[in-house]
């Protein structure tokens, strides 16, 4: 190998060029795994269905489900499910975060409040919302505010949680750069600890975003006359198993949509990272 | 330059309370440092030297003992600090960093931008200025923190081994830099460091510390003209005398407290 011809067909620039196109090859491949695993399910779903292996009444073959999603989408049920739905979530996510947000940059900020409210937030935290339905709907009704209030109870401690972390986590020596330089309270609030907090916060909302979806399922489904979740139980019991899973495609994808929206938003508002 | 006291330290003691074994940190620390001078305090680490810088920032208060810091206008804050390698704050930008100390004295605007353009402009880091620090090396970094201490014009810097975290080269040349801003300014300073090398280079005057508890062992002056380079203080013999001393010294104390 070290005579001439060895030197010329080893050229170093084309050998990390062919590793780099491997590379390249490689990654690719991985993108499409990541394509081709719904894909994969959805058709062997489908031809289980077709050749009876699964039973056809609990798992109707995706076309049809399909078929089914086109028909509620044309009659304007779905719509209407969905926008329910969609409204309370979003409601209920604000009321959840905001109030968790706030309390939790108080409790991270200040240690005597800290201490006062975290006993509360431990003993609370642990009761799911869902069970606490039943009072709530008989304090709040079964209108929309009963499931806007579950959702938030369900979001905000994930996001107090994280916000009081993330405001702990602060690194100390920006506290001293703020503190040597002489930052006011306003100041040491809007550039230094809000900031600091964000990156953990926003884990936070992300977690909370989560668990609004599957508290707006379950909530609709024991409480409601409307909403995605109304359909999944109300279809369910009437055995049109179609309709159910359309629901459940849906919550899917909202869900998938929103992490997707969120992850976005992380970019934007902490650039620094 | 006038010979006027700029920093007074009188008998300052701090003592870390705790329930079953306290620490004094530094002990009947007196020191006086001129106007205009460049002091380094040098001594084994844990001998209290972030302490007596600490308290001089306004971050911790002494257990007993005073100092002042002489203030020529009101205008002025009194202190400011270049922190060691992680004082720059990552959710800031270049600019944003180096106009902290400004802003948060709440100047106008367009003075704001005139100080912060130039002390960029100093250390080189006027083309990133709208980068994050997250994309910038060790070095640039700690350019901000200097960049933002000088543009905040306070009366004495104080400077907690900004170097420290450094490759050798890169320490060389931030050294050079600092010295150069420095002889524009005349401001007055105090660094620490456990480096020789760097406060021969750098000081006019350096200050031994022990360690257990934190006390002033020696001062030496270092008379060699500036501006300086490196390699006049490594070719000056009485320069390698005091090297020699100055490593002793630390040697001895840091043999001393691992009994």
Known sequence: MRDEKGVVLFDPYETEQQEWKKQQVKERFKQLLTIISPIFILILWEICSQTGILDIRFFPPPTAILGTFFDLIASGELFKHVSVSLYRIATGFLLGVIPGVIIGLLMGLYAPIRHFISPLVMAFMPIPTLALLPIIIIIFGIGDFSKVVTIAGSVFFPVVINTVAGVLNIERVYLDVAKNYGASPKDFFLKIAFPGALPVMLEGIQMGQAIALLTIVAAEMMGATSGIGYLIWTSYKAFMLKEMFVGLVIISFFGFLFSLFLRGLQKKIVPWR | MSESIKISIENVTKIFYKKHNSV?????????????????????????????????????????????????????????????????????????????????????????????????????????????????????????????????????????????ALDEQNKFILQEELLSIWSETKKTVLFITHSIDEALLLSDRIILMSAHPGEIMKEIKVPIPRPRTMEQVRANAEMAEQFLTIWNHLQSEVQRSRK
């Open chain 2, 24 to 164: 004094t940190a530094i002990k009947d620390i007196s020191l006086q440092i001129k106007e205009g001078e460049f002091v380094c305090l040098v001594g084994p680490s844990g001998c209290g030297k972030s302490t007596l810088l600490r308290i001089l920032a306004g971050l911790e208060l002494p257990s007993s003992g005073e100092f002042t810091i002489a203030s020529e206008s009101d205008e002025r804050p009194l202190q400011s600090m270049v922190f060691q390698e992680k004082g720059v704050i990552p959710w800031l930008t270049v600019e944003e960093n180096v106009a902290f100390g400004l802003k948060m004295r709440h100047l106008p605007k367009e003075v704001i931008q005139k100080q912060t353009n130039y002390y960029l402009q100093k250390v080189g880091l006027s083309q990133f200025s709208k980068l994050y620090p997250k994309e910038l090396s060790g070095g640039m970094k700690q350019r901000i923190s200097i960049a933002r201490a000088f543009a905040n014009d306070p009366e004495i810097l104080l400077m907690d081994e900004p170097f420290a």
